[in-house]
Structures are given as C-alpha cells and as structure tokens.
C-alpha cells in the first residue's frame, strides 16, 4: 500500500506531464475522493496508506484525467458553485467560477433582497445560477427551463439537496413561449461560443459538456437573437434580466436588448477582467 502523499505526489507528476496547470490540486482532490477523505486531511496525514479498493480507483481516476481530460468535478460527480455543492451529470455544463459574476450582478442590482419576488432561469442547467439566487433571495420562488429533461432531472435533484425544491419548479422546454410570468428577474446563461470556435476550446470543456450548451451558432448569438425579443414581455414593469454572454460580445447583445425594449444597467466584468455579464431593465 502506498500512502496519500505518496499518491498525490505521482498524481502530481503525470497530470503535470499531461500539460494540466492545477495539477496539485487536482492531485489532491482525487487522491481524497479515492480514499474518502477531505482535502485537509490527505495533506495532514500524506503517511496515511491508501486502501487496496482506493488504490485501484485512483489508478482509472488519474488516467481518464491525464488522458482522456476529465474535468475533476466530472470525475467526482459535483462542483461547487457560490459554496454550495451542485450534482453534475453529462447532460449539464459544469458550472464556472465567471458564472458567480452574474449572482453578484443581480444581488448588487436588488433594492430589497427579503422582497417576495419571482426569478426565472432560461436554460437551467445544474439548476446553480437560480438555486444560489433563492438561497440568497429568502422570499423568492423560481422557474427554470431547458431543452434537456436528463437537465432538469439534475437542477430538481440540486434543488432536493438544497431544501429549496419547495420554492422551485423545472420545466422542460426551449424558452419563454409557455411562460407568461410575470418575473422580477429573468437569468440566463446561454450557448455563446460561436460554431468555428468549439474545437479551439480545452478538451475539459470540448469533450465533456454538452455540445447544446456551448454553440451559439455562426456568430454565438443565435440563442440571444431568439431570446431577446420575449424578455421584456415576461418582465414585470421595472423587471430586469441578466444575461452571461461570450468574449467581444458586449456591443451586439447590448444593442440586441436595446431593440427589445430593455435598458442597459451595466456590463460586468468576470475574474479575468473581460466583459461577461450584461444587466438590463424593462424601458
């Protein structure tokens, strides 16, 4: 038997060979699943022998990360997201830290957060951007949709594990056509990348989330074209809507809105500094 450290070390040495930057966290982080171990206490205890049953599941965990590029969150089933743990399945995108620049942006833009209030999320996913709104929203219920059932299987499953599946319901459907609202706030984060770009993307996110999740069509924004004109008419007077859009998109989605009768508040920025998050309310 080899022991944690001993493990994390190796982990470390072929994901770095295999070209990936997190290559110690990673390493720690699928040593500890193996082992059924928090983080913390592999690196506390690195003498700690592995069990035979972890040793040959971290031997399939580290080659279908170093080779076949399976995100972490994938491998271990979830990812954290606003600090609350989210079930991932293959028909879900993993969530993105840049994400959490949307929560920020409607929580900044909400006068009374303990206000009732209705959300709708177009194209829910895990369920992370809308189930991380009502747990900061007390007095808020929520809808979600997408295209998916195996989806939204995944979003009411988040919303069970987070006790918010009674302010919550997920509909299966492409859009707003079947809602009549009204909602205070309308979420999204849709397919953005243009086509031509998905196979310059990292082969984590290329190869593993949904492929309906990611092409935004020719220019990346076929899905906001189709959206944009329903929002302003599911919107309560004064509703608004925040919409996370794709690299150099800022211009067009912004005039996209602003033909559908929604008025810029801001263009947020994500982690990196890039333009990701546009807020708008109904004119």
């Avoid at 972890?54 to 399939?60: D, K, N, R, S």
């Avoid at 743990?85 to 830290?97: C, G, H, I, M, T």
């Avoid at 997408?146 to 009674?166: C, F, S, T, Y």
């Amino acid at each position: 038997m080899i022991g944690a450290g001993q493990a994390v070390r190796e982990a470390e040495r072929r994901f770095t060979a295999a070209g990936i930057e997190s290559a110690r966290l990673d390493a720690v982080l699928l040593v500890a699943f193996a082992a059924q171990l928090t983080p913390d206490a592999v690196r506390a205890n690195p003498a700690r022998p592995l069990a035979p049953d972890a040793e040959g599941q971290l031997v399939t965990l580290l080659r279908k990360r170093a080779q076949d590029r399976v995100p972490v969150s994938r491998l271990i089933g979830k990812r954290e997201f606003w600090s609350l743990p989210f079930s991932l399945s293959p028909a879900v995108l993993d969530p993105r830290p840049d994400s959490e620049t949307l929560v920020e942006a409607v929580i900044r833009h909400t006068e009374n957060c303990a206000a009732p209030m209705a959300v709708f999320d177009l194209g829910v996913g895990t369920g992370c951007l809308l189930l991380a709104l009502l747990t900061e929203f007390p007095n808020a219920t929520g809808k979600g949709s997408d295209i998916d059932a195996d989806a939204i299987a995944i979003a009411q499953g988040n919303a069970r594990n987070l006790k918010l599946a009674g302010r919550v319901d997920f509909l299966a459907g492409d859009g707003l056509a079947d809602q009549t609202g009204p909602f205070d706030w309308i979420v999204t984060n849709p397919p953005y990348i243009p086509s031509v770009d998905l196979v310059t993307l990292m082969p984590e996110v290329r190869n593993h989330d949904p492929v309906h999740a990611l092409d935004g069509g020719a220019d990346g924004l076929e899905v906001f074209r189709k959206i944009t004109p329903h929002l302003a008419t599911r919107l309560r007077p004064g509703g608004r809507v925040a919409a996370e859009f794709g690299d150099g998109q800022a211009a067009a989605v912004k005039e996209l809105f602003s033909a559908n009768d929604l008025v810029c508040l801001e263009i947020v920025r994500d982690l990196s500094g890039r333009e990701r998050v546009i807020v708008a309310e109904t004119a």
